[in-house]
């Protein structure tokens, strides 16, 4: 599938989200603990999602968040990693601050990805023989900044607990963000209103922001500098280059 196709396929999943908003038909269910929420319409869009794509390109894998689909162990050929609702959470409590995100990768290089803000209707797509689009205008890398001149996007738990210097690096910052929602954050970095983010992701996470940010030439990997493994949870940075070198050097001390 091409990206205008993509595109296409998210704004669709997008007008669903929606109409479930609108008729409150929402069975809301936890995972893990009390605030890991899924709902029925998490499972709903994954299943759409991945009915279209299967159809297009019947031979392509896939990873995605809900109903089995969280592991792959063989990432050769192209394949497809989605998050139906990037931030649940926000979505049930707040109905706004969550995207709709694939990323496609082809032998584990980058080549497409797709980060759909639902209720700002903002589509940033993209890949590297491409470059970077917000609803279909090309954009320029931002500014590659320091920390100190920019808001850093940070995990609240992180923060709180001053994780690997998290909250010193708030510090260093002109300002802290906090809104719960990976696809949200990174879209931000992308648009220039961020200079970093910090959070603890799944690869669904971060897979679509991450095609985009290489694009940029912005950095992304674990907090120690290691590459992301698209296996599990990690602790994930990310950020223009300046700021990115300024923050893993920090990380890295001891507290």
Same mark, same amino acid.
């Given at each position: 599938?091409?990206?205008?196709?993509? %595109? !296409?396929?998210?704004?669709?999943?997008?007008?669903?989200?929606? !109409?479930?908003? $609108?008729?409150?038909?929402?069975?809301?269910?936890?995972?893990?603990?009390?605030?890991?929420? !899924?709902?029925?319409?998490?499972?709903?869009?994954?299943?759409?999602?991945?009915?279209?794509?299967?159809?297009?390109?019947? &031979?392509?894998?896939?990873?995605?968040? %809900?109903?089995?689909?969280?592991?792959?162990?063989?990432?050769?050929?192209?394949?497809?990693?989605? $998050?139906?609702?990037?931030?649940? @959470?926000?979505?049930?409590?707040?109905?706004?601050?969550?995207?709709? #995100?694939?990323?496609?990768? %082809?032998?584990?290089?980058?080549?497409? =990805?797709?980060?759909?803000?639902?209720?700002?209707?903002?589509?940033?797509?993209?890949?590297?023989?491409?470059?970077?689009?917000?609803?279909?205008?090309? @954009?320029?890398?931002?500014? $590659?900044?320091?920390?100190?001149?920019?808001?850093?996007?940070?995990?609240?738990? #992180?923060?709180?607990?001053?994780? &690997? &210097?998290?909250? $010193?690096?708030?510090?260093?910052?002109?300002? !802290?963000?906090?809104?719960?929602?990976?696809?949200?954050?990174?879209?931000?970095?992308?648009?220039?209103?961020?200079?970093?983010?910090?959070?603890? @992701?799944?690869?669904?996470?971060?897979?679509? =922001?991450?095609?985009?940010?290489?694009?940029?030439?912005?950095? #992304?990997?674990? @907090?120690? =500098?290691?590459?992301?493994?698209?296996?599990?949870?990690?602790?994930?940075?990310? =950020?223009?280059?300046?700021?990115?070198?300024? #923050?893993?050097?920090?990380?890295?001390? %001891?507290?």
């Amino acid at each position: 599938m091409d990206r205008e196709e993509i %595109e !296409v396929l998210l704004r669709q999943a997008g007008e669903k989200i929606k !109409v479930a908003l $609108d008729n409150t038909n929402i069975q809301v269910d936890t995972k893990t603990n009390r605030k890991d929420l !899924v709902t029925n319409i998490d499972k709903e869009i994954q299943r759409f999602l991945i009915e279209a794509i299967v159809k297009q390109d019947p &031979h392509a894998k896939i990873m995605a968040e %809900e109903n089995g689909r969280d592991q792959l162990n063989d990432f050769s050929g192209r394949v497809y990693i989605i $998050d139906p609702i990037d931030g649940t @959470l926000n979505f049930v409590l707040e109905q706004e601050n969550f995207c709709v #995100m694939i990323g496609i990768y %082809e032998d584990q290089q980058p080549v497409l =990805g797709f980060i759909y803000d639902v209720m700002k209707d903002q589509m940033l797509s993209g890949g590297p023989k491409i470059g970077v689009y917000c609803n279909g205008s090309r @954009l320029d890398a931002p500014a $590659d900044l320091r920390i100190e001149d920019g808001l850093l996007g940070l995990n609240s738990g #992180m923060y709180a607990a001053n994780f &690997h &210097h998290a909250r $010193d690096l708030g510090q260093k910052a002109m300002g !802290v963000r906090m809104l719960g929602c990976a696809g949200v954050e990174l879209s931000a970095l992308l648009l220039g209103q961020r200079i970093g983010y910090i959070s603890n @992701l799944s690869p669904w996470d971060y897979a679509a =922001g991450g095609v985009l940010l290489e694009t940029f030439g912005m950095k #992304m990997s674990r @907090l120690d =500098g290691t590459p992301l493994s698209f296996s599990g949870r990690e602790y994930f940075i990310a =950020g223009t280059k300046k700021a990115y070198t300024e #923050m893993i050097a920090l990380t890295k001390q %001891e507290n």
